[in-house]
């Protein structure tokens, strides 16, 4: 029996056809109004963006700066689309993008192989809706692309369950199963699934000739895995960062049955959250189990290839060697809309009288989806800013004077680096980059004091959605505050410039003694000021009344 296309030979009027791509169409909108934004790449898009820019292809295939990892594959990809498309955030998002567009049409051709055609329409509803897979299809990692790989997988597996496969099959799949290593690192998970699932149903079977055959594309599955694993993987998996990173959310040790358990609990429900993105996890994952028990009764081969993936995931992650977590699954989120998409059609085929169906289905539509999309239709309409380092870096080039001073502090310096030639301006400043000291924020004291007798001193700080940041330079503007005169601050989304002078104090009421900087953090060593005609400014000291003379009387923003 050949293989038929899921969508199969739909006439031009079916009406599932048509909405399916209405649903499509209205993804692909949603992806571009995001792109085509083009927000300032945050942290971890600026690491990774340096390593492409600054690299060739070969030297791509040795450990990335930055603490950064991503496919060979992918970052081959993205660097074709730098060199043929010039160093541009569209250019260094397209393929994440393309990625991202093609997961709908892929996702809907993989459901209408597990269920009817109303689930299928819910599950593509639900990837189109995803705020997650919207995001990442914007988003200079390769979490998008894990995401078309899988699919792929699946569907190349599921014509193989039930017949002997065709030398051209086993081709195919062979050469997807060697592509798949390179561009996606989660697809270990799918093809092991995939080989598992296809192993089951011919030993179920007894077409023990088949397996042979089989074997030789898992053979060369494993070669193309381990050449990647040799290459790239061994130095991510042994790399300290990532480990410690990841740290919290793995299985916790030593363990125990109630802490087991209380992973499995949150792991689980935590994921329909995000990465799916469902604002009810509860109600996701009960129809999650339902989709699966009714799949899995109507046909056990195809339920076990798409559960596969999923329970080799989370064994890993219980293994403490792959985080089942956040981003790191987003390539789950197809499988998690079809299980549900199905737990739907189910319920609604046997709850209540015909009459109410429609609406019982109404109803749990509503609520499953409302939330996402809300969410993408607000950031439609006012796409995302995560980091806008570019615009933060903008105002320093058009409202600093030469020879100003620019601090750059350490968390924003990736983005600074990246940016920094977009704006000749800055090259007549003193720039100072900031590096990072972790154990406790008094070690940035060093860093801060060479600033001290300089007039105008300009503090670039980003990551602010992050606690441990904020608190960072919370210290460092504080201190700044502390040993001179805040003329100005500029925030945008995800960071902040300040504007300070920090020359010597003159004071119009001398203390008897030199007060000092005061103590550190005390808030009475804020120095709020009032203007006066002679455009300096006269305001208190705990230690006793000051004259400081306004260098940029349009920039103060005295408080």
Known sequence: MRFQWAIGKQGRSDPSLWVATALTTFGTALRLRQYFHARSLWLDESMLALNLVDRDYWALLTPLDHTQAAPLGFLWLVKTAILCLGVNELSLRIVPLLAGIAVMPLSYILARLYVDRPASLIALAITTLSPPLVYYSNELKQYSTDVPVAIVLLILGVPLLSRPASARELTALSLAGILATWLSHPSVFILAGVGLALLAARIRASQFDDIAALSVVFLVWFLSFLADYLLSLRQISANSAFQDFWNPVMLPRPLSLNGFLTWVYVTFFESFKNPAGFSFAGLAGSLWLIGLIAIGNRCWRTCLLIVAPLGLTALAAALRLYPYWDRLILFTVPAHAILIGG?????????????????????????????????????????????????????????????????????????????????????????????????????????????????????????????????????????????????AEYHFEGAAVYLHDLAELTWANPPSEDPGPGVFGDPGVRLHGSLTNSNDVVGLHPAGTYKYRVLASDERHLE
Not at 402 to 426: K, N, R
Not at 428 to 446: C, F, H, M, N, Q
Request: charged share 20%.
């Open 343 to 487: 737990g739907v059609s189910f319920l609604c085929k046997g709850i209540g009288p015909p009459a109410t169906k429609p609406w019982v289905c109404g109803i749990m539509l509503f609520v499953l989806l409302f939330a996402p999309a809300q969410k993408v239709l607000r950031e439609a309409v006012r796409p995302l800013g995560r980091e806008e380092v570019k615009s933060a870096l903008q105002t320093v080039s058009t409202r600093a004077l030469p020879g100003d001073t620019l601090y750059v502090f350490y968390i924003a310096v990736p983005a600074y680096l990246y940016y920094h030639g977009s704006f000749p301006a800055l090259r007549d400043l003193d720039i100072i980059t900031g590096e990072v000291r972790r154990e406790k924020v008094e070690a940035y004291l060093p860093q801060l004091e060479p600033l001290k007798g300089r007039r105008r001193v300009w503090t670039l700080f980003s990551h602010h959605e992050n606690g441990r940041q904020q608190g960072e330079s919370a210290f460092v503007v504080r201190w700044l505050d502390s040993y001179g005169l805040r003329l």
